[in-house]
């Protein structure tokens, strides 16, 4: 898949882009089933909605899970990540947000290199986020809000609150903006949610304001966020790294498959 001249400067225009139904029905229906199975693996990647046993985000399943670690080398994923960045990426986190049905918690305003700034130093915004709805998004179920055009000017928030949400991520709600921030940037650029069926995919800017409500519907949200980032922008080693569940440390330079992950993974079980 190449993205078209148009489609790469809306990404830059407006800090992300959605393709409907990238994936099809089954691919998602062998992908949610890969998801249930890891979540049943206990480990500090499982993170828990407050007061629950369900997951809220379950964090490097393509460590796990034969089906994600083809579908990160999928041409369809790959390739538009490697277009918009460099021919050079690797996985740089991955993981899968489940907002479940009744009460899945909120995603707090935030830009995701803030995060990765802070807690990794990474050098640069050198990243792409590949957004792909496990399933059907509206606007019940706490669709992912962006603010378009928000990735042009910076960080808004350079620090952390010293309050930890998580001990074993970074939560957005710890780099959240202001109420007066986050005001500020909407009258100015307004807000957009993307929505769509299962299989849709959304690319967007790490530097992109971001945020999501909770889940009050009988459906969930599992959004599967795969992060590539540019293999000469790695982040430092020194002092104590966070675990490779949330930074991963494999920085070769990734491949696409020649076809869908499913026949790659067809191939591997014949
Ligand atoms: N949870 C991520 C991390 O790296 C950061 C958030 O959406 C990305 C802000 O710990
Ligand atoms: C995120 O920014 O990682 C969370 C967004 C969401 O899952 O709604
Ligand atoms: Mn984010």
């Given at each position: 898949m190449q993205l078209t001249q148009t489609q790469i400067e809306e990404y830059r225009e407006n800090g992300f882009l959605f393709f409907e139904s990238l994936l099809d029905q089954r691919e998602i229906t062998c992908l949610r089933k890969a998801f249930q199975r890891d979540c049943e693996v206990p480990g500090p990647q499982l993170i828990l909605e407050e007061g629950r046993d369900e997951a809220r985000a379950v964090y490097a399943s393509h460590h796990r899970q034969p089906e994600f670690a083809a579908l990160v080398r999928d041409p369809r994923i790959l390739a538009p990540a490697r277009q918009l960045l460099t021919d050079d990426v690797y996985v740089y986190q991955f993981k899968i947000?489940?907002?479940?049905?009744?009460g899945g918690e909120k995603w707090s305003w935030h830009q995701d290199y803030a995060a990765w700034r802070i807690a990794?130093?990474?050098?640069?915004?050198?990243q792409i986020n590949v957004g792909l709805f496990l399933d059907d998004v509206d606007e019940f179920n706490g669709p992912v809000i962006y603010i378009p055009?928000?990735?042009?000017?910076?960080?808004v928030r350079d620090d952390r609150d010293a309050?930890?949400?998580s001990a074993q991520h970074l939560d957005p709600d710890d780099i959240s903006l202001t109420p007066q921030q986050l005001a500020e940037l909407a009258q100015h650029n307004g807000m957009v949610s993307p929505k769509g069926p299962a299989g849709s995919v959304v690319l967007f800017s790490p530097e992109i304001v971001h945020g999501s409500a909770p889940n009050m519907s009988p459906f969930p949200r599992r959004l599967l966020i795969a992060t590539y980032n540019d293999c000469a922008n790695l982040p430092s080693w020194e002092g104590e790294p966070r675990p490779e569940h949330v930074?991963?440390?494999?920085?070769d330079p990734l491949r696409p498959l020649g076809s869908p992950f499913l026949d790659e993974l067809g191939a591997v079980a014949a």
């Amino acid at each position: 898949m190449q993205l078209t001249q148009t489609q790469i400067e809306e990404y830059r225009e407006n800090g992300f882009l959605f393709f409907e139904s990238l994936l099809d029905q089954r691919e998602i229906t062998c992908l949610r089933k890969a998801f249930q199975r890891d979540c049943e693996v206990p480990g500090p990647q499982l993170i828990l909605e407050e007061g629950r046993d369900e997951a809220r985000a379950v964090y490097a399943s393509h460590h796990r899970q034969p089906e994600f670690a083809a579908l990160v080398r999928d041409p369809r994923i790959l390739a538009p990540a490697r277009q918009l960045l460099t021919d050079d990426v690797y996985v740089y986190q991955f993981k899968i947000n489940a907002k479940p049905a009744f009460g899945g918690e909120k995603w707090s305003w935030h830009q995701d290199y803030a995060a990765w700034r802070i807690a990794d130093r990474l050098p640069a915004p050198r990243q792409i986020n590949v957004g792909l709805f496990l399933d059907d998004v509206d606007e019940f179920n706490g669709p992912v809000i962006y603010i378009p055009g928000s990735h042009r000017t910076g960080l808004v928030r350079d620090d952390r609150d010293a309050s930890a949400r998580s001990a074993q991520h970074l939560d957005p709600d710890d780099i959240s903006l202001t109420p007066q921030q986050l005001a500020e940037l909407a009258q100015h650029n307004g807000m957009v949610s993307p929505k769509g069926p299962a299989g849709s995919v959304v690319l967007f800017s790490p530097e992109i304001v971001h945020g999501s409500a909770p889940n009050m519907s009988p459906f969930p949200r599992r959004l599967l966020i795969a992060t590539y980032n540019d293999c000469a922008n790695l982040p430092s080693w020194e002092g104590e790294p966070r675990p490779e569940h949330v930074v991963c440390r494999d920085a070769d330079p990734l491949r696409p498959l020649g076809s869908p992950f499913l026949d790659e993974l067809g191939a591997v079980a014949a």
